[in-house]
């Protein structure tokens, strides 16, 4: 009972998120809103994390297998993807070294954050 009230949580800020995409006319998806909402909510405490993390958890960890199927829908355009696969390639490992860096400098700066934050309370 705790997963399928915590996945209708997460589906429901989902929902908003697409009711966003379908009033806001702008060209970001509907996950985005989703995510930034679910965002929101649990830093405000809206939602507290316990109410959805087993749930989220469970997500993250078969998450891989969503991906399946468009990994094998490339066999269907391969012709065309074998004309351009060394630029496909470039692409791909440009945008993952670029996310990572981005990715690690943002928790390197949050990080730094909360130590000031922790360091000004025990001075106080």
Same mark, same amino acid.
């Given at each position: 009972?705790? &997963? =399928?009230?915590?996945?209708c949580t997460i589906l429901i800020v989902c929902f908003i998120?697409?009711?966003? &995409? ?5 060209? =970001?998806?509907? /996950?985005? &809103?989703?995510? %930034? ?6 830093? *405000? #405490?809206?939602? #507290?994390?316990?109410? =959805?993390?087993?749930? $989220? +958890?469970?997500?993250? /960890?078969?998450?891989?297998?969503? *991906?399946?199927?468009?990994? %094998?829908?490339?066999?269907? %355009?391969? $012709?065309?993807?074998? /004309? @351009?696969?060394?630029?496909? =390639?470039?692409i791909v490992i440009a945008s993952t070294v670029i996310v990572?860096? %981005?990715?690690?400098?943002? $928790?390197? *700066?949050? @990080?730094?954050? +909360? !130590? !000031?934050?922790d360091n000004e309370r025990n001075n106080i």
């Amino acid at each position: 009972m705790t &997963y =399928i009230f915590q996945f209708c949580t997460i589906l429901i800020v989902c929902f908003i998120g697409e009711i966003l &995409y379908a009033l806001i006319p702008l060209p =970001i998806p509907a /996950n985005i &809103y989703g995510l %930034v909402i679910m965002l929101l909510c649990l830093a *405000f #405490k809206i939602i #507290k994390l316990e109410k =959805i993390e087993k749930t $989220a +958890d469970f997500l993250l /960890n078969i998450m891989p297998l969503m *991906f399946i199927s468009a990994a %094998v829908s490339l066999i269907t %355009v391969w $012709a065309e993807l074998k /004309n @351009i696969l060394i630029p496909v =390639i470039l692409i791909v490992i440009a945008s993952t070294v670029i996310v990572m860096a %981005v990715t690690g400098k943002t $928790a390197e *700066f949050i @990080i730094k954050h +909360d !130590r !000031r934050k922790d360091n000004e309370r025990n001075n106080i």
